[in-house]
């Protein structure tokens, strides 16, 4: 059973009638799909280690051999080249034992680096309610839930080290929390990518990983920044 299956209680409140929803691998088990029909939505899952004899069961299908539908895409970013290519099959046996799943997929992908040549391939398997739903339609919906992921969670994981952050205990984690989504939100509205990583902000985090520190000193390197801002504003407007 996955760990979100017995505090599904908390999300009765949301109305997701006619909703797709995708989840990361672990919440892909057969009551929380049992639970989202129930609900009225459809669900787009993706397994991995943690379904094992799933994936065995899975494997059996043949999925590329026997597919209906099958799409692709290829991204050209970061110095690598992503292939993704997806395989859809309809009719799923009884033995597959997910009774709320109309149809299986794999999804194949490819990664290029441009520099060395290197390649890396991987597949994983995945199961929807969605019983129209074409190949290409799968791929945009796995491709979404990936955008919030590395926009969202991988940024809040690796850039901001929020695990290591040794904050656990009164209001002080809601406020660190609060001031990652400022900070993030700086980053993608106010100033170009290409300057993200040199904002004053981040480089103050980065000095101060347990966050304690930063709470004295982000006042003013706040201020610092808005004097840079301003400086630079004025100089822009003097060479015009």
Do not use: C
Request: charged share 30%; proline share 2%; no cysteine.
């Amino acid at each position: 059973m996955s760990v979100i299956s017995g505090e599904l209680h908390l999300l009765d409140s949301i109305d997701i009638r006619g909703k797709i929803v995708t989840v990361d691998a672990l919440h892909s088990t057969k009551d929380f799909a049992a639970w989202l029909k129930g609900k009225e939505a459809d669900y787009v899952f993706t397994m991995k280690g943690n379904g094992k004899k799933l994936i065995d069961r899975l494997e059996m299908l043949n999925i590329k051999e026997n597919s209906h539908s099958m799409a692709s895409t290829e991204d050209h970013g970061h110095g690598r080249v992503d292939k993704r290519t997806l395989y859809l099959r309809k009719e799923l046996p009884f033995w597959l034992n997910f009774p709320t799943a109309e149809q299986a997929f794999i999804i194949e992908r490819e990664s290029i680096i441009k520099k060395s040549g290197k390649v890396r391939r991987e597949h994983v398997y995945g199961l929807t309610s969605l019983k129209d739903a074409d190949a290409r339609v799968l791929l945009q919906l796995n491709r979404g839930h990936w955008t919030i992921e590395n926009k969202m969670f991988y940024v809040r994981d690796v850039t901001f080290n929020e695990d290591r952050i040794g904050v656990r205990s009164g209001s002080l984690p809601h406020l660190m929390i609060t001031l990652r989504n400022v900070i993030m939100g700086i980053f993608r509205k106010k100033r170009p990518v290409s300057d993200r990583k040199n904002h004053p902000l981040l480089l103050l985090w980065q000095r101060h990983r347990s966050g304690i520190p930063l709470l004295k000193n982000v006042g003013q390197e706040n201020k610092r920044f808005a004097q840079g801002s301003a400086v630079s504003q004025g100089t822009a407007a003097a060479m015009k």
